[in-house]
């Protein structure tokens, strides 16, 4: 009996390694790409940030959010991003900008006509409107037809429907991608704290909150494709794939 005890520790311990090596073979393309450089368009978004620092009025995300989203989508290398209220552009710049060095794309989506107008006027000015893919739409049916996979989400339209969101956009994630949203730290918004409860309660996903601004940004990396509760070997393959992930992607230090 102790011999059978003994083998299955082993074969068990055989089985992580071999899928942390898998895990490990599988991701390392990734990270071994370099990020592209165009000191010409980083100099262009630069000088169009600078001087429209103070003139965001429609809701638009502050200079350290946009750091932040930026830094995630360099640190991982994302290349397929979707931002969900666009509203005058400023998180879809931030986001663009950083793909225009990982070689990425962007789709955001916006509901308000005027919005949608002055945001793909600021794309140009930027220099940034061959990466984004504008569109005038209501999120709540556009996400649902959107094909994806997408390795990056920004959540910042209606807060009563991020979990919404989060559900239609869950499978298109890639493993390793992350869900972000906007003002997670504003649990009184209605929305917010049962959209937060939800994503804690997954099994292949690990959120963060960076509360670097007073707004905060909830990143939830999916960790591996849905897995039942009761499969708990598959679930400690997911806890250590996540322990990878943190330490491979090098996040963030501010993340908590
Ligand atoms: C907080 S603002 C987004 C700010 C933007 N992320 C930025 O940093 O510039 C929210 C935007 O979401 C838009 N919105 C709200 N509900 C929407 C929906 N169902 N579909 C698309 N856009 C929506 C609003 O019109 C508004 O412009």
């Not at 400023?90 to 793909?99: H, V």
């Not at 996903?205 to 070997?233: H, P, V």
Request: neutral net charge.
């Amino acid at each position: 009996m102790q011999k059978i005890i003994g083998f299955l520790k082993i074969y068990t311990s055989f089985l992580l390694v071999a899928s942390i090596l898998t895990f490990i073979l599988s991701i390392r393309s990734g990270f071994c790409e370099e990020l592209q450089e165009n000191k010409a368009l980083d100099e262009k978004v630069r000088i169009f940030l600078e001087s429209r620092k103070g003139t965001w009025h429609d809701w638009n995300i502050s200079y350290s959010d946009g750091k932040i989203l930026h830094d995630l989508i360099i640190n991982n290398k994302y290349k397929n991003a979707l931002d969900i209220g666009t509203s005058t552009g400023l998180s879809a710049i931030w986001i663009a900008w950083a793909l225009s060095k990982t070689g990425g794309k962007l789709i955001t989506i916006e509901i308000h006509e005027g919005r949608h107008r002055k945001a793909v006027a600021n794309f140009k000015e930027a220099g940034l409107h061959e990466i984004i893919d504008a569109r005038l739409a209501d999120a709540h049916d556009l996400v649902k037809e959107l094909e994806g996979p997408f390795d990056f989400v920004f959540s910042d339209a209606d807060k009563d429907w991020y979990k919404n969101y989060f559900i239609d956009l869950a499978p298109k994630l890639e493993v390793g991608g992350c869900f972000t949203a906007h003002n997670a730290s504003n649990t009184g918004m209605t929305g917010i704290k049962e959209f937060l409860d939800y994503v804690e309660s997954l099994p292949n996903f690990r959120t963060t909150i960076d509360t670097t601004s007073g707004s905060g940004i909830s990143i939830s990396y999916k960790i591996s494709e849905l897995c039942k509760e009761k499969s708990f070997q598959r679930r400690q393959i997911a806890e250590r794939q996540f322990l990878v992930t943190k330490y491979l992607m090098r996040t963030n230090p501010r993340i908590s």
